[in-house]
């Protein structure tokens, strides 16, 4: 992952540690949410959950190559809200993915190793099409539906917005995005989430 690990200096190790940790409750979240989502969307959720598997793989080899413990997993994780159907199930990936997420910014803010950084990309760039899929449609339909089942969620209702505004519904996006600065506000931007609402109202 890193092609001059032995540069790296402490803050970019702990960036690496913080993503690492990430990566396994996103693994942990996966495993919990495949028994409630339907089974047209298991097998999509078994992919990404083997890309997080490699990441983090390959976390732990850089991290042992520089000489420090890979932190460990956790046993289990506490969840926004109680995992018990499929609409739960899929706010909690989305909540995952938006933690990797988050994470691996990060590390593109701490570490100045090219290798690293290109590394950070790639995840943030596979992150994002997790909701894509290549297909915002599709992406669409699985966020409104959690969004339905899960109106206080910020970082649902945010991810809802995003499509939405992929696909140039407009109002809808900023109807969206009004539900997540009125939501729980757990895991967000709400700078960021008014200058998107700023800049729907104006397309």
């Known amino acids: 992952m890193s092609g001059g690990s032995a540069r790296l200096d402490d803050m970019a190790v702990g960036a690496l540690q913080d993503v690492l940790g990430t990566e396994h409750a996103a693994l942990w979240c996966y495993s919990l949410a495949v028994a409630f989502l339907p089974p047209a969307q298991v097998a999509t959720a078994r992919t990404d959950a083997a890309a997080h598997r490699e990441l983090r793989a390959q976390i732990e080899v850089t991290l042992t190559q520089l000489g ?10 506490a969840t926004p809200q109680p ?8 706010g909690l990936l989305v909540t995952a993915e938006t933690d ?5 910014r990060s590390v593109l803010e701490r570490s100045t190793d090219r290798a690293l950084r290109r590394a950070g990309l790639q995840a943030l760039t596979d992150l994002f099409n997790y909701f894509k899929k290549g297909d915002a449609n599709k992406a669409k339909e699985f966020l409104v539906r959690a969004g339905d089942q899960l109106p206080r969620n910020s970082v649902v209702q945010e991810h809802v917005g995003d499509v939405l505004f992929a696909l140039h519904d407009n109002q809808g996006a900023v109807a969206a995005w009004q539900k ?7 895991s967000i931007d709400k ?12 397309r």
């Open 100 to 104: 990797a997420a988050a994470a691996w």
């Open 68 to 77: 420090q413990r890979p932190v460990s997993a956790q046993p289990a994780y």
């Open 180 to 186: 997540a600065l009125a939501g729980d506000g757990r």
């Open 83 to 90: 995992v018990t159907s499929a609409a739960s199930a899929a």
């Open 191 to 202: 700078a960021a989430i008014e200058r998107k609402i700023e800049q729907a109202r104006k």
